[in-house]
């Protein structure tokens, strides 16, 4: 796991160029928390950007800085044009189409963004910085298409999107107002800046798009495995099963870590159960089926999966990924005098490998948790309880298709799971000949968490209903616990209703950290 050197300091994110962790960039996006930056960061910047001045002042051919951009790299540019360069490029790549990523993506973008130009290779003006980090501590979030990049030379047309309110044009949400980005800043009390040479490149190369969705997406499906932890206990306590599946000398015996804490975690939910110790002594089963039995091995190996997906993010998250890279003078060697050096560390591979991981293994945990919902309601399995968990079975279809809805939800997973970094489609000419796709794989993501989070809301729904019919026998504190918060968002089924409305409500609240206190 990356040890981040960036901390947090009386409520402020302070951005010194370093890895960011989920924790830190949800703070940002989703609580608000102000950000400032760091002196050391400041001082980097200066120092490269004077590097560039230098360049210029020489009358030097460096790309990005006085030429054309991809396949149009071989055309300098008289240094009377190189801010008209830099705002022609902003404006030809704001091609991005579709919905506009949402807000918390957005605050999450500019944060990154603001990150990777903390870290002082890119050859920006300091009030560069200082804008991006304005704008997101004023609550300027411009309007940004979620779909139209390949992922290399990066997210081009997000970040472009991004870069045209910080020049005054494009859109922006304000105060959850829509309207023109130059508008938003005035209303902030920002002003847009022109961009000098390198700044308009410097904003656009870069990975932080598909980097903002797929933290956003890994740190939700953090919590939802654990969460899914629980939903399976209260399957297995509706159904009758043994948590000696759990027990840790099995788990010890193969000793990957998330499994290991996945037992431990149901273990510790299921703890003096009234209605295991009611079964335990006459029970001819002599093991469970494997969606109860296993929930250690595939909880656990999701539990592996996110952690190594974060890690990759968090790494990213501190990486300098725009091109060229600019590497001011080092002041202890003489003969150094700084470069500017061209490379590809926009390229998008590590993060939409990583994300289609992800997207396997939230696919997979939605598999095994659709398995239990079945489980519940099937009456030639469940185990004695009502078929389909209805109080009337016959007149009253109960829970019935709440299972189909689950099944639904798990073919548009299936499809979405197909990797996206697989696939390439030469770009520029052929210049950029070889792309990553990791935005999309970034969008998947987020829709399969999406889908992951309603279907286990419907377990949770159908596992408080099956506990329900084991009375007046109790489970375990924790699962009882549970069982209230849930009954305190939907009510029991005594007939028939709209259940749409109840999956919507314990999906929000899932999303909303309700029940965070079994997700830790």
């Keep these: 796991m990356v040890r981040p050197s960036t901390i947090a300091f009386m409520d402020s994110v302070v951005l010194d160029g370093q890895p960011l962790t989920l924790a830190e960039i949800e703070a940002v996006s989703l609580a ?87 870290k002082g290779f890119s050859g920006v003006r300091p009030t560069l910085l200082e804008l991006l980090v304005a704008m997101l501590n004023a609550g300027v979030h411009p309007v940004i298409p979620e779909k139209g990049s390949v992922g290399a030379s ?28 130059g508008e938003a800043l005035r209303r902030a009390g920002l002003q847009p800046m022109e961009l000098a040479a390198k700044e308009g490149l410097a904003l656009l190369n870069g990975t932080q798009a598909m980097n903002a969705v797929g933290a956003l997406a890994v740190a939700r499906a953090q919590r939802l495995v654990k ?36 037992a431990a975690h149901l273990i510790g939910l299921l703890e003096s159960s009234e209605i295991r110790e009611s079964h335990r002594e006459h029970d001819s089963r002599v093991q469970d089926a494997y969606c ?41 060697k003489a003969q150094d005098r700084g470069a500017v050096l061209s490379g590809g560390n926009f390229h998008g591979a590590p ?82 000949d070889h792309v990553s796709m990791g935005m999309t794989s970034a969008i998947k993501l987020r829709q399969i968490v999406e889908n992951a989070e309603r279907i286990v809301a419907i377990e949770l ?33 005594e007939q028939d209703r709209v259940l749409a409305a109840d999956i919507d409500a314990l999906a929000a609240a899932i999303r909303a950290g309700a029940f965070n206190e079994w997700s830790q």
């Design 32 to 118: 608000a928390r102000s950000v400032t930056i760091s002196p050391g960061a400041l001082d980097r910047v200066t120092a490269s950007r004077a590097l560039i001045e230098r360049i210029l002042a020489a009358g030097e051919t460096v790309y990005g800085v006085n030429t054309g951009f991809g396949k149009l790299s071989d055309f300098r540019v008289p240094a009377d044009k190189l801010a008209q360069l830099q705002t022609n490029l902003v404006r030809s790549h704001s091609a991005g189409v579709g919905q506009p990523l949402a807000e918390p993506e957005v605050r999450a973008m500019l944060l990154l963004r603001a990150n990777v130009l903390a």
């Design 154 to 181: 990066g997210d081009l047309a997000p970040l472009a999107h991004l870069a045209l309110v910080v020049i005054g044009e494009g859109e922006a949400f304000h105060r959850g107002e829509r309207m023109p980005g």
């Design 227 to 262: 969460l899914a932890d629980l939903a399976g206990a209260m399957s297995l306590e509706a159904l009758k099963g043994t948590p000696t599946a759990f027990d840790p000398r099995i788990h010890q015996a193969r000793p990957h870590v998330g499994q290991i804490a996945a």
């Design 292 to 332: 109860l039995r296993c929930m250690p091995q595939v909880h656990g190996a999701v539990r592996g999966v996110l952690a190594h997906v974060a890690s990759i993010l968090e790494t990213e998250a501190g990486s300098a990924t725009d091109n060229p890279l600019v590497f001011p003078q080092n002041p202890s």
């Design 351 to 432: 993060l939409a490998y990583a994300l289609d991981y992800a997207a396997i293994a939230v696919t997979d945990l939605a598999g095994i948790t659709e398995r239990r919902i079945d489980r519940l309601l099937n009456p030639d399995i469940n185990e004695g309880l009502p078929a389909f968990l209805s109080p009337d079975p016959g007149l009253s279809s109960g829970f019935m298709i709440a299972q189909i809805v689950a099944a639904a939800l798990i073919n548009d997973c299936h499809v979405l799971a197909h990797p996206a970094s697989t696939g390439n489609i030469p770009t520029d000419g052929g210049k950029e």
């Design 461 to 493: 729904m159908c596992a408080a209903q099956g506990i329900e019919f084991r009375r007046p026998l109790e489970s375990s504190k924790e699962v009882e616990r549970a069982h209230e918060a849930i009954r305190a968002i939907v009510s029991r089924l």
